[in-house]
């Protein structure tokens, strides 16, 4: 049964159709990747679902709940958190504090201050960001920042996951870590619903893809059906030799 | 027994309450030996403390720069003015805070969806629209151009408006450690993820607007007395709206104390330069906040904080040196 559903989901700015017509489904369990070349509306998908635009036309469903018409704290309190392609910490505060906003503000129901430290505090260890909790969050290199964000977002104790662009600007070793980190989110229990341009990771984790080009779903697929199909070969992956890499 | 033990982060704490009840006793006995020329300048230096720390409440955490200080301020001249007629004084000071938290409720819906430069420039605008707006009820409709304030004693005025200042401290404190607090300051660190984390931005803005403007209408309501004529041009002085800044600026907003001290040692040497140098002390006064900007973005706050660290730094480098003499 999906969990998170969209229909016909389209956005325009102006004449130009961001994105149009895309019909998707996240089911529980799963580890899905969102690809396609710059510009193709991965984020303003992302976006759409997260409500920090609104719908053009269609609807999106999560747990059979429409999310038309709800604000961004509303959709973080239905469950579903994110991160940013550029990233957006608070810059000024300490981790700590960073994540404590995730853990005070994103549940559907209040939380005391000591139950939002300790979810604080294990999310922080799980992203392995335990030691850094008093450094300003402006002073950690760009891979510690990312993983801010995913800690912020998993105190929000969402049952959805929408990570943008996590493996971005990464070296293959963090990569690798990064994708560590992905797997074990999932196994948790959150679906995990990620845009990424690193093939290696995508094809690494990811059970499902899905293709946008110019704002429309090209294909859909396993990872073998996405590396072989000769479309999304010719308008993204750019030649079998790269493809699976 | 070693001084620095003395400094110890929890002795501090006892430190600063021993100072503050301190500062309490000499405010609550003021009266009795100060004259009446010096229970004014501290019932002005109390009113600017007010100004700076609930300007600072709201536009300190989240970025937003209010310049509507003396909107809410004239309003509550004005409020206090009108119930004070007919009113005891506590009932006009309270008309104050609560007529302006009702307005900047209003406002704030409207306003905060604003950012950034738009956001000051609407709410300097709110300013020179309700002085005029007064004006013309005045001139229109009211039939009267200006008007006489109800008398009150000096002392009264001052223990309201300590009473106001305490209030104003006490919930400043609060708010910053609260949920509020976070919230507000997840706002100004990043106002979209803050929303995506589960932060209702806009009832946060609001709300914490409207608390500061409480502060803001009840300081105006209680100084009102004082002025003895009002009219819009006195009520609604942009002076009351760009001196909070300064002085929140000038102390330093890192700290919970810096725009207090800014505002205190702010107003008060204003007004010795005033009298000094009547026609020096803008002069005098531009060169000293030209300085304060330049050498000391954090204030005079973050002044203190760099004298703190120097002095534990030194500490440090001594006791390495006399542990170099004693390996040698």
């Not at chain 2, 310049?67 to 007919?86: D, P």
Request: with cysteine; proline share 3%; net charge positive.
């Amino acid at each position: 049964m999906p969990i998170l559903e969209g229909l016909d989901v389209t956005k325009n700015f102006g004449g130009l159709a961001a994105v149009s017509h895309v019909d998707f489904h996240v089911d529980r369990g799963e580890i899905v990747g969102l690809i396609g070349p710059n510009g193709a509306g991965k984020t303003t998908l992302f976006n759409l679902i997260s409500a920090a635009l609104p719908l053009s036309s269609g609807e999106i469903r999560f747990k059979g709940q429409k999310l038309n018409g709800l604000k961004p704290h509303q959709i973080c309190k239905t469950g579903i958190a994110r991160t940013f392609q550029q990233t957006k910490i608070f810059a000024d505060m300490p981790v700590f504090q960073n994540v404590l906003v995730g853990a005070s503000f994103g549940t559907p129901t209040r939380v005391s201050p000591s139950d939002a430290a300790r979810v604080t505090t294990e999310a922080l260890e799980f992203v392995g960001l335990a030691a850094m909790s008093a450094s300003a969050a402006k002073d950690l290199t760009l891979v510690s920042q990312k993983r801010v964000e995913v800690a912020r977002a998993l105190a929000t104790k969402p049952e959805l996951l929408l990570l943008d662009e996590l493996m971005a600007g990464l070296n293959p070793a963090e990569v690798s870590e990064a994708m560590e980190l992905v797997t074990r989110i999932r196994d948790k229990g959150i679906i995990i619903f990620m845009v990424e341009h690193v093939m290696k990771a995508i094809m690494g984790i990811c059970g499902r893809i899905m293709v946008l080009h110019h704002g429309e779903k090209l294909a859909e697929g396993t990872c073998q059906e996405i590396a072989s199909n000769k479309t999304v070969i010719e308008v993204y992956l750019g030649g079998e030799t790269h493809a699976g890499n | 027994m070693n001084i620095a033990t003395l400094f110890t982060p929890r002795n501090r704490k006892v430190f600063a309450a021993a100072f503050l009840l301190l500062v309490l006793i000499f405010l609550a006995t003021l009266p009795l030996y100060g004259g009446s020329y010096y229970i004014l300048v501290v019932t002005t230096i109390l009113m600017y403390v007010v100004l700076t720390v609930s300007w600072t409440m709201f536009s300190g955490p989240t970025g937003y720069m209010s310049l509507a200080t003396a909107a809410f301020f004239g309003v509550g001249i004005y409020i206090g003015t009108i119930v004070g007629e007919k009113l005891p004084l506590l009932v006009a000071v309270a008309a104050g805070g609560v007529g302006c938290f009702i307005l900047a409720l209003l406002v704030g819906l409207v306003t905060l969806r604003l950012r950034g430069i738009y956001f000051a420039i609407f709410t300097f605008g709110l300013l020179m629209f309700l002085s005029e707006l007064i004006l013309y009820l005045e001139i229109n409709i009211w039939g009267s151009r200006g008007r006489h304030v109800f008398p009150a004693s000096d002392e009264a005025v001052f223990y309201v408006m300590v009473v106001i200042c305490v209030a104003t401290l006490l919930t400043a404190y609060f708010i910053r450690r609260s949920r509020l607090g976070l919230a507000m300051q997840s706002i100004g660190g990043n106002e979209e993820a803050a929303a995506h984390m589960g932060v209702n931005t806009t009832r946060v803005k609001v709300l914490t607007f409207a608390i500061s403007a409480v502060f803001m209408g009840a300081a105006g309501a209680i100084m009102a007395p004082s002025l003895i004529y009002i009219d819009p041009f006195i009520a609604f002085n942009m002076r009351y709206s760009f001196m909070p800044v300064l002085m929140a600026v000038f102390g330093g907003m890192g700290q919970f104390y810096g725009p207090v001290i800014g505002a205190a040692i702010f107003s008060y040497t204003e007004r010795m330069l005033r009298l000094e140098y009547p026609y020096h002390y803008m002069l005098t006064f531009g060169i000293i906040l030209i300085l304060v900007i330049l050498f000391l973005p954090g204030g005079l706050a973050g002044l203190i904080q760099k004298l703190q660290k120097a002095r534990v730094i030194s500490k440090l480098w001594n006791r390495g040196k006399e542990e170099q003499h004693a390996n040698t």
